[in-house]
């Protein structure tokens, strides 16, 4: 089988001035009661002239005495789920904010 090699691609530091905000991130959060799962949620990440990023499948985890929690997408395996997309670092922090915030913010309006 022959191997074709990848060709490197320039890293480029975005300036502090570009780096990405919550505002940045779009979210379409459908609300639903299933036990602990209260939302799915899909996020898209800009990537400028480069495009987008479309992240399909996020749940909303609500346990009533704990914190709302954002679990990325999962596939279930022989014993336990197992992510679909690993996310780490800032851009984690700041999907897991806007989804969240989209949750609250919805889950008010439906009071």
């Known amino acids: 089988m022959n191997v074709l090699p990848v060709p490197r691609t320039q890293i480029v530091q975005r300036k502090e001035s570009e780096q990405m905000k919550a505002e940045d991130l779009t979210v379409e959060l459908r609300l639903v009661d299933y036990e602990k799962t ?18 399909s499948g996020w749940s909303v985890l609500d346990s009533g005495g704990k914190a709302p929690l954002a679990a990325p997408p999962a596939r279930k395996g022989n014993s336990r789920y197992f992510d679909v997309v690993s996310l780490t670092g800032r851009i984690r922090s700041v999907v897991e904010e806007v989804i969240l915030k989209e949750y609250q913010r919805q889950k008010k309006a439906n009071k």
């Open 38 to 55: 209260k939302a799915f949620a899909d996020v898209t990440i800009p990537l400028g002239n480069e495009g987008d990023i479309k992240i």
